[in-house]
């Protein structure tokens, strides 16, 4: 899979992407606020590349944020509820605040409207103190569903 924005190029990953990914998911930001995401080592991310590429995980999306042919994010969507995904939005520090999720998250958005008949919408979790996430929330039109001990759960509909 792979579309365009104005300014980016958002793809799906491919096995040579673990050190690339590695240099997004290694460092404290991640750590905090998508764990599971975050990667201690190389081999971590080559593991966690690996399973993104097999291919045998649902209707799942694994997808590279790129600019200029070097990946600066990445949004990953994972079906767990039917008719939804879960998404997660990692970053590199040297492309936050810079619209550039806004931007991909956007496309990605379209390309699940023309593209996909069974998927509802996207859910985003996010911790109550995550106030650029909270922001890119809402400026995608997304309506808080769910509140937990430290996150709200906001959906963002694309049927």
Request: glycine share 4%.
């Amino acid at each position: 899979m792979e579309f365009s924005t104005k300014n980016y190029v958002i793809r799906s990953f491919s096995i040579s992407d673990s050190d690339e990914f590695f240099e997004v998911v290694h460092e404290q930001f991640i750590k905090k606020y998508v764990p599971y995401a975050y990667c201690e080592t190389r081999e971590d991310s080559r593991e966690m590349m690996a399973d993104y590429v097999k291919g045998d995980c649902r209707r799942d999306f694994y997808l590279a944020i790129c600019k200029d042919n070097k990946i600066v994010g990445a949004i990953i969507a994972v079906e767990i509820y039917k008719k939804f995904l879960d998404c997660s939005l990692l970053i590199s520090k040297d492309y936050r605040n810079q619209g550039v999720m806004k931007e991909a998250l956007s496309g990605f958005i379209d390309w699940l409207k023309e593209n996909s008949s069974t998927i509802l919408g996207l859910d985003l979790v996010i911790k109550k103190e995550n106030i650029a996430s909270r922001s890119l929330a809402k400026s995608l039109n997304a309506i808080k569903v769910a509140t937990r001990k430290e996150e709200d759960i906001f959906r963002i509909l694309t049927k």
